[in-house]
């Protein structure tokens, strides 16, 4: 199975504030990596495909980046509807696994 | 508007049996990939299992495999996960997901909860 990780697990930030999530993988999985947000009592809300593709809807100030086994997830500017817990899941190859999760909070 | 919705969560003992169903709106079910995904209390996202839209092939997570079953029922464009043999460590809730191509998750519903419990 292809394992995924992620840092930092947790992160206090600023509205405003740059904020940089890292993915990695244990072995190369292309760009089939993508990106979900949850916020508390929610299901998750698609982000990104295709490891720098924004899903319809979602704000220009996310983007993606990587390929192969490192990626980030970059919040330009934090918005006070950003605050929550971030998966990147890599849907290479089966089973389609999961980060575990980087939650942003408020400083 | 692109919707699913869950439905079939509850309380089970151990060892006993569940059917979730996952309704689709605005959208052809056969044409899709879909998946479920569960989340424990309090932990992270694990997939669970994928049926395919083009062919009906299906694939499982290691925890699930021998256990679970998903099927779809093209006539009422909605997606079953048969749960068996249910264990304490299944508790979760189960989000049902559109998927644009195979596990490429773009719509998902709110959630059901299973908790096996005796």
């Known amino acids: 199975d292809i394992q995924m990780t992620q840092s930092p697990s947790s992160l206090s930030a600023s509205v405003g504030d740059r904020v940089i999530i890292t993915c990695r993988a244990n072995q190369g999985i292309s760009n089939y990596l993508a990106w979900f947000q949850q916020k508390p009592g929610k299901a998750p809300k698609s982000l990104i495909y295709a490891a720098s593709s924004l899903q319809s809807g979602v704000p220009s100030n996310f983007s993606g980046s990587g390929s192969g086994t490192e990626f980030t997830l970059t919040i330009s500017s934090l918005q006070p509807e950003d605050f929550a817990t971030y998966y990147c899941?890599?849907?290479?190859?089966?089973?389609?696994?999961f980060g575990p999760g980087t939650k942003v909070d408020i400083k | 508007e692109v919707q699913v919705l869950e439905s079939g969560g509850g309380l089970a003992q151990p060892g006993g049996s569940l059917r979730l169903s996952c309704a689709a709106y605005?959208?052809?079910?056969?044409?899709?990939?879909m998946s479920w995904v569960r989340q424990a209390p309090g932990k992270g996202l694990e997939w669970v299992s994928i049926?395919?839209?083009?062919?009906?092939?299906?694939y499982y997570a290691d925890s699930v495999k021998g256990r679970f079953t998903i099927s779809r029922d093209n006539s009422k464009n909605t997606l079953y996960l048969e749960m068996n043999s249910l264990r304490a460590e299944d508790t979760a809730i189960y989000y049902c997901?559109?998927?644009?191509?195979?596990?490429?998750?773009?719509?998902w519903g709110q959630g059901t909860l299973v908790t096996v419990s005796s």
């Open positions: 899941q890599q849907y290479n190859s089966f089973p389609f696994t």
């Open positions: 605005g959208f052809t079910l056969s044409n899709y990939a």
């Open positions: 049926i395919s839209g083009s062919d009906g092939s299906t």
């Open positions: 997901a559109k998927a644009v191509v195979m596990g490429l998750i773009d719509y």
